[in-house]
């Protein structure tokens, strides 16, 4: 099974605001929207770079209180090589989107 990174964060505005920042980050960084399976959830792909492959990759949201919980899920695809820190680096991936995303509302 491919590694996984996870990343949640509470932010303090409105589930559409926080599902419309996301749309415009993975614009902005090129990666694959492949569909809206739900109204809280985007569904991507992100893009091959020479320090990583493809990772498959979500955005959850959900109304708290104080405003939305992010979760952003990244993980590697079946049949791609596997390193021994991919699950670091996929939850360092993780990361760094859901503060490029919380800084962008």
């Known amino acids: ?3 996984t990174g996870i990343e949640i964060t509470t932010i303090p505005s409105s589930p559409e605001h926080v599902l419309a920042t996301v749309r415009k980050v993975l614009q902005t960084r090129k990666y694959e929207v492949h ?7 985007i569904v991507f792909t992100t893009r091959k770079t ?8 979500s955005a959850l949201v959900a109304a708290v209180d104080g405003g939305t919980q992010l979760t952003v899920v990244l993980q590697g695809q079946e049949g791609q090589p596997k390193a021994l820190m991919d699950g670091v680096k996929n939850t ?4 760094k989107l859901v503060t490029e995303i919380s800084g962008a509302c």
């Not at 569909?35 to 959830?41: G, R, T």
């Open 1 to 3: 099974m491919p590694a």
């Open 35 to 41: 569909e809206i399976s739900q109204s809280d959830q």
């Open 50 to 57: 020479l320090t990583s492959w493809e990772l498959n990759g």
């Open 92 to 95: 360092k991936m993780a990361k």
